[in-house]
């Protein structure tokens, strides 16, 4: 730490202001923390100068080819790495965290995630690792995972009806970069369902909405977070349809993402060699709070 903070290394950011978002909105809320500190250097995804959070405050871009001096050479000034860039990096940038003995919280999805995990376990630094650090969706995901493991079976008969609302194509901005696949939520959720319903559950079944007018005039999405939101509906509807069931979370920007409590968690671990954290253990720490 240096005069108290903890001193953070991005890993994702670009030369322009909302590119690699969730690094950017990262940095932002890491820059503005009173015990936390950015890290002078950041590892961007590629060659590029340098970017700004204050005017006395750069951070110099290391590209790609330059990762695995940089960290070797500024390793004891760097207290961890939290890493937002892209799914083809995530094995990559585990090696060069876990050689280099840097601690790291990664949100980055993709990548062989066995692997990953392989990776950490093996060497001399640990990990925080998760695909969402929202805590009210983590909640909710372990409410649905003990409802599976203690109900097998349970909603047997049930059919599962699912629609989700992110970043649709913008036509006036080709360059925006909407979100194509399935939401991640519903996907890590599908066992759980399978287990309560006991039948196959399948993302050729999600409803995926990504036009801007449904989301703003029939979902109640702002204009202001069409670009950025995560409208999730799960409904559980009988066999014979006189039982429903309905859940959804709602969420608008991205700030409920940003992993400062496990930031601050992984700070408060020193000596957790080859371990591997996930959100569960850093919500229930009670440092966190």
Known sequence: MKDGKIVVMMAGLSGKDGEGKMAWLAAKAIAGQTDMELYHRALAERAGRRCFFSPESPIDLIPPGNHADVLERNRKEIDLIVDFTAPAAVNHNAELYC????????????GDRKLLVETVVKSDTYAVIATNFSAPVVIFMEMLRMASENFPGGLKGFRLFRKESHQGPDPTRPDFKPKKDPSGTFVASQPFFEELIDAPVTTDQIVMVRDRRVQEFELGVPP???????????????????VELGFRHDVLGRNTYIPLRAIRFVAAHPNSQGRVFDMLEVLKWPGGK
Do not use: K
């Open 224 to 242: 202001e977070h069409l670009d950025g939101h995560a409208f999730h509906e799960y409904i559980l509807r009988s066999e014979d349809g006189t």
């Open 99 to 110: 050689a280099a003995g840097i601690p790291f919280v990664m949100g980055t999805t993709g």
